[in-house]
């Protein structure tokens, strides 16, 4: 988070400390920073207000696990490492970004990151699902038996972003907006972070979507150059590390695509060139409150002036214990 009135005539004085009283999303350095900014915030600081408002029920959100992956990490009894360490993912593959000590294998390839689970069949969703959804699911309880996966395996930790995905389409149905018949479902995904390295995951929508082809725009300041433009066709769910699986058969493909694009950069740059070939039916922001961040305003303003579109923004920054998530471990 930085200062909302960054690059101000004067420089910040440090970190944000002060936050809006009122929205509760911008924070400044110092009130000298507060005041200038008010005339610039005023407007917005209606609009964030109402749209906290609105993430306060997108908090509860049953599909983050971005925080804590366990009750033992909840209740620090366990890091987040010895975690990792316990299920031997410790730095390895798209795990190696779910703790600061970041991947020990420096010529990890993205392949690997698109193709392995690092996990044994038994704790990984890899095949296709014994029995197409037959009610929309509604807690990690219901996803992980309906994968016969054990209440206990890590899955979950890096399945939050296509979980998240599918909750908000079925968000978007219960809103009238039905899209689950569509053939195709274009998504535009604001701010993609560390899932950028995690994007096995997402093959799960095959198994979440079955027979629709799901088109996604990841777009943010994140994405690295050299991935900037990179497209990514994910025709059947990540591997896992049984080498008799029947998950690399070829008959685990899907007819169906996950395709995603990936964008570097802000949204309000890019979008008239994205909407012109994929007109979205859901825009998603699932890492914290791009709303405080001041080079996400544009984008902001951008949405608003659409009002077309449902924008679920997961809101972090507020309150981290809002993300604190069902365990299901021990
Ligand atoms: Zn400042
Ligand atoms: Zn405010
Ligand atoms: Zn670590
Ligand atoms: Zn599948
Ligand atoms: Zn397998």
């Known amino acids: 988070m930085e200062c909302a009135a960054k690059g101000a005539r004067t420089r910040c004085l440090g970190p944000p400390v002060r936050r809006c009283a009122r929205c509760g999303v911008v924070a400044y350095c110092s009130l000298s920073h507060q005041i200038a900014h008010w005339s610039d915030h005023k407007q917005e600081c209606e609009r964030l207000e109402q749209q906290m408002r609105n993430a306060d029920m997108v908090n509860k959100f049953p599909f983050t696990f971005s925080e804590e992956a366990t009750v033992r990490i909840c209740e620090k009894q366990e890091t987040r490492c010895l975690f990792l360490e316990r299920w031997g993912l410790h730095q390895v593959g798209m795990w190696s970004y779910e703790c600061s000590c970041g991947p020990l294998n420096i010529s990890l390839n993205l392949s690997g990151l698109l193709m392995y689970w690092n996990l044994s069949s038994t704790f990984a969703p890899c095949t296709e699902p014994a029995s197409p959804l037959s009610k929309q699911l509604s807690c990690w309880k219901e996803y992980y038996e309906w994968r016969s996966i054990p209440l206990d395996s890590p899955a979950a930790v890096v399945l939050q972003w296509p979980l998240t995905i599918y909750y908000a389409l079925q968000l978007n ?60 066709e994910l025709d059947r769910c990540a591997h896992c590390d049984d080498k008799d699986c029947k998950c690399k ?31 979205p039916h859901l825009i998603i922001a699932p890492n914290a409150g791009i709303a405080a961040y001041p080079s996400w305003k544009e984008t902001i303003v951008c949405l608003a002036q659409l009002n077309l579109y449902t924008l679920f923004e997961t809101a972090v920054t507020r309150n981290a214990q809002t993300f604190k998530i069902h365990s299901y471990s021990g």
């Open 249 to 279: 058969l070829t008959s685990e493909r899907h007819s169906s695509k996950v395709t995603l694009q990936l964008h570097r950069g802000y949204y309000h740059d890019w979008f008239g060139d994205i909407v012109k070939d994929s007109c």
């Open 173 to 232: 149905a219960t809103k009238g907006r039905n899209d689950q018949g569509n053939k195709v479902i274009n998504i535009h995904y604001l701010g993609p972070d560390k899932e950028l390295n995690q994007l096995a995951s997402f093959g799960e929508l095959l198994a979440l979507l079955p027979q629709c082809n799901v088109h996604i725009e990841l777009i943010g300041p994140a994405v690295p150059e050299r991935r900037d433009g990179q497209r990514i």
